[in-house]
């Protein structure tokens, strides 16, 4: 994933994602602040790569990262949550497959 901040664009690294946020974590902490609204957000999911804008839900420290924890906006296109939706059923069949193999 990666969002622009300050006039740059800054990468993160996926933790989980759902139709309704993502959470992830930067290599180094930007300081992103609470109900803040980040517009042009690139999420790149294997081979997709869909545009989102989200609000920062909040943050938690876990192992010394900061995780964030983003809520896509309504604004959010109908499509993009159906590859959202897709990409997850497809990553968690192919979980069972291996566990049941």
Known sequence: MNMPFNGDFINSVIRD??????????????????????????????????????V????????????YVFLFTQRIDPDVRVKIRKYIQQNLQSKMDQEIN
């Open 17 to 54: 994602i759902s139709v309704v946020g993502i959470s992830c974590t930067f290599e180094h902490d930007p300081g992103l602040k609470k109900n803040a609204l980040y517009k042009d957000i690139q999420v790149r999911l294997q081979s997709m790569l869909l545009k989102v804008e989200a």
């Open 56 to 67: 920062v839900f909040g943050s938690r420290s876990e192992c010394g990262q900061q995780i």
